[in-house]
């Protein structure tokens, strides 16, 4: 009888901390970054802005990084004018696509990694195509 009822509060007070320790994993405040708002492709006019979207949710706040081609993306920094920037709720902006001296430097395959102290993750790959160049060569085959 005795033995009974020291198991059944065992059994009980096991359910409860279970329950208890559960809620803390819901609720607590450490949860890895999860990406809510992948980047999607886009294709550009040479000179013109573009905007590529990431958005994570995650305590705390993720901080979030832009790779091209895998590479760790050089942002901007007061630098000139080329170079993107990383705005404050994630996106990565270009204020004008292509710089026509060097090739195509924006053109290429983009992805965002979020970052907290619980984890991180990464997003899908999203291509940047640049327009002109393209559209350049379908003009001339048209007025051949
Ligand atoms: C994205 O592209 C990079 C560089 O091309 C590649 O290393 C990486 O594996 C790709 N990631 C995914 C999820 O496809």
Redesign the pocket.
């Known amino acids: 009888m005795r033995q009974c009822a020291v198991r059944v509060s065992v059994a009980v007070f096991g359910f409860l901390s279970a329950a208890f320790v559960s809620g803390l994993g819901v609720h607590g405040e450490d949860m890895p970054p999860h990406i809510v708002h992948q980047p999607s492709d886009v294709v550009v006019k040479v000179g013109n802005p573009a905007t590529l979207s990431c958005r994570a949710d995650g305590s705390p706040k993720p901080t979030i990084q832009w790779l091209r ?2 590479q760790p993306l050089r942002t901007r920094e007061g630098d000139g004018q080329l170079q993107p920037m990383v705005l404050s709720d994630g996106n990565l902006f270009f204020l004008s696509v292509g710089g026509a001296r060097r090739g195509s430097p924006h053109e290429g ?1 983009y ?1 965002c990694v979020a970052s907290n102290s619980a984890g991180k993750a ?1 997003s ?2 999203a291509s940047l195509h640049i327009a002109g160049k393209t559209l350049l060569c379908a003009g001339l085959m048209l007025s051949l």
């Open positions: 081609n895998g395959v992805s990464v899908r790959n």
